[in-house]
Every structure is written in C-alpha cells, then in structure tokens.
C-alpha cells in the first residue's frame, strides 16, 4: 500500500473512532473489523485510493452511524451542548466562590486590623 494513501487511511479511521459513541474495547472491535475489511479490498485491488474506500464502505459519519444505529451527529451534538453545559456550571460556581471570597476579605479589610491587647501585668 502506497505511504499517501495509508496516511489517508489513518485519519479516515481517526475521524471514525471520533464519531463513535461507544467504550473503547467497542470502538477497537469496530475498526479492527473495518481495517481486516479493507485490507482485504487492497489485497484484492479493488482499493486503490480514498475515493475506493469511500465508494465501497462510506464516509466515516455514515460508517459510525450504521454500527450504532443511530445519527450520529445528533449524538454529538448533545455531547457537545452536554459539556457546554458542564462548563458553564463549574464556571458559575468558581465565580461564585471567587465573589464570595473577595467579599469576605473586603468585609475584613473593613473592619481594621483588629488589634487585640494584651495584658502583661504581674499581680
């Protein structure tokens, strides 16, 4: 197999395992599969370029999607708005708790240096 389109072949698995919404011994099963299965087109030299693969086995959102039975992109997409989500609550809540830092030091700061005395006489 030529080094261009192995580079190619690379990513184009890339691009797949970052589509599929699965654990990880899941997702190795999937393109261990889909590589003997490509491989084996190569050998048979039906594969000789990305349009080849493309044209017998897909792109990889329709590939991702055919093994989950599920689209895909709407799966991303609420894993996108979901961590969006986490963010913006871990954000809020350090916010929170720098605001109520800083009030707490200004309140002391405030207040003077709150000076104690000490009695040192000798009964």
């Given at each position: 197999?030529?080094?261009?389109?192995?580079?190619?072949?690379?990513?184009?698995y890339?691009?797949?395992?970052?589509?599929?919404?699965?654990?990880?011994?899941?997702?190795?099963?999937?393109?261990?599969?889909?590589?003997?299965?490509?491989?084996?087109?190569?050998?048979?030299?039906?594969?000789?370029?990305?349009?080849?693969?493309?044209?017998?086995?897909?792109?990889?959102?329709?590939?991702?999607?055919?093994?989950?039975?599920?689209?895909?992109t709407?799966?991303?997409?609420?894993?996108?708005?979901?961590?969006?989500?986490?963010?913006?609550?871990?954000?809020?809540?350090?916010?929170?708790?720098?605001?109520?830092?800083?009030t707490?030091?200004?309140?002391?700061?405030?207040?003077?240096?709150?000076?104690?005395?000490?009695?040192?006489?000798?009964?």
């Open positions: 197999m030529e080094e261009k389109l192995s580079k190619k072949l690379r990513k184009y890339r691009n797949i395992r970052s589509l599929l919404i699965c654990d990880k011994e899941e997702k190795d099963k999937i393109l261990s599969d889909l590589k003997s299965d490509i491989d084996a087109k190569i050998d048979e030299g039906a594969v000789r370029s990305m349009n080849d693969v493309t044209d017998i086995f897909g792109f990889p959102d329709d590939i991702a999607s055919d093994y989950q039975g599920k689209d895909v709407s799966l991303r997409r609420t894993r996108r708005i979901i961590k969006k989500s986490i963010i913006i609550a871990a954000s809020i809540i350090i916010l929170v708790a720098v605001i109520y830092v800083a707490e030091i200004i309140i002391d700061i405030s207040e003077g240096p709150g000076y104690y005395t000490v009695d040192l006489s000798v009964d």
